[in-house]
């Protein structure tokens, strides 16, 4: 199958490891593009909810299709979020066409465009309000797979599908508001530093407009999320353009039905060699392990 060429792909808010991720869908889209740079804009992994109890082969897929991209050339870029922030004490670490950070400035055609997760205009990730965030966190999955259910109950009826946290944020006054004003402060801040593209993820809520101050202007972007708009931002002929997953385009591109395996493949490592890694990573000077040690 002939991928589709896209020049840059920004994906974000994916949430592995949460009962909300559309990880197969996600994997389809990712085997039906061919883009030269991957940056995955933050929440990739969650952290926050992280169990061992829960993390399917389909979403070890994704991790693993990202991986066979960088090492076909593809340069892929970690942009850490809040939910993965578990990784910012490693950040600007880079293995071969796999970097980590916390931000990028990329040009691209010309255009300066400034890319980071967002989180640092939410105070509800810092401090003792990161606790109740991530209660939130998990009130947000179980409404995700109430709304599963309910969006199955409505296609066996022949009805369109709904979104129940796109309802409460629109009924909730202060939610809209809050967008609203995280979009314009990213908008400022990259009209100051003379950026003409800032792109954000953070809000699930995918976004391009021109946002113009007295001090110029600049096109605010959000790649959106893979929870509920399975949305992403794709730039190619000169523009950025924002993708929503529509599986009926992916069968007309001929894009093969991606098989789960009921259980993962068995899993092949030697704790002692790993060991001895690290430890002369630290600086020690231990004994190389021998088989049968």
């Known amino acids: ?16 490891g949460t009962y909300g991720c559309h990880a197969k869908e ?25 169990s061992k109890r829960y993390f399917p082969v389909a979403h070890m897929m994704v991790i693993r299709e990202i991986m066979k991209m960088a090492s076909q050339g593809v340069r892929v870029i970690y942009i850490t979020g809040n939910h993965d922030e578990f990784l910012r004490r490693y950040t600007d670490v880079q293995w071969g066409n796999f970097q980590l950070t916390d931000k990028i400035v990329m040009e691209i055609d010309g255009k300066m465009t400034w890319i980071f997760h967002g989180d640092v ?3 509800t990730t810092k401090g003792t309000a990161k606790i109740i965030a991530k209660l939130g966190g998990h009130g947000y999955d179980l409404l995700i797979m109430a709304n599963s259910c309910i969006n199955w109950i409505l296609r066996r009826l022949g009805k369109e599908k709904m979104s129940l946290s796109k309802r409460v944020k ?13 979009e314009q402060t990213a908008a400022e801040l990259a009209i100051e530093k003379e950026y003409d593209y800032v792109i954000c993820g953070h809000i699930h ?31 190619y002929n000169g523009d950025w353009h924002i993708y929503q997953y529509d599986a009926s385009k992916l069968i007309q591109q001929n894009t093969p039905v991606v098989k ?24 020690s000077n231990p004994i190389i392990p021998t088989p049968g040690s």
């Open 1 to 16: 199958m002939e991928k589709r060429p896209v020049e840059v792909l920004v994906i974000s808010d994916i949430h592995l």
């Open 121 to 123: 205009f939410d105070a």
């Open 170 to 182: 629109q009924s909730v006054k202060k939610a809209v508001a809050w967008i609203d004003n995280f």
């Open 205 to 235: 809520q995918p976004q391009k407009r021109e946002m113009v101050n007295a001090k110029g202007k600049v096109t605010y972007m959000n790649s959106g999320d893979w929870i509920e708009n399975l949305s992403s931002l794709e730039y």
């Open 260 to 283: 789960m395996h009921q259980h993962a493949p068995a899993i092949n490592v030697v704790t002692d060699e790993i060991a001895y890694f690290f430890h002369s990573l630290s600086g």
């Open 26 to 50: 996600l994997l389809a889209y990712l085997q039906s593009v061919s883009p030269k740079i991957l940056i995955l804009n933050g929440d990739i992994i969650d952290g926050w909810q992280f």
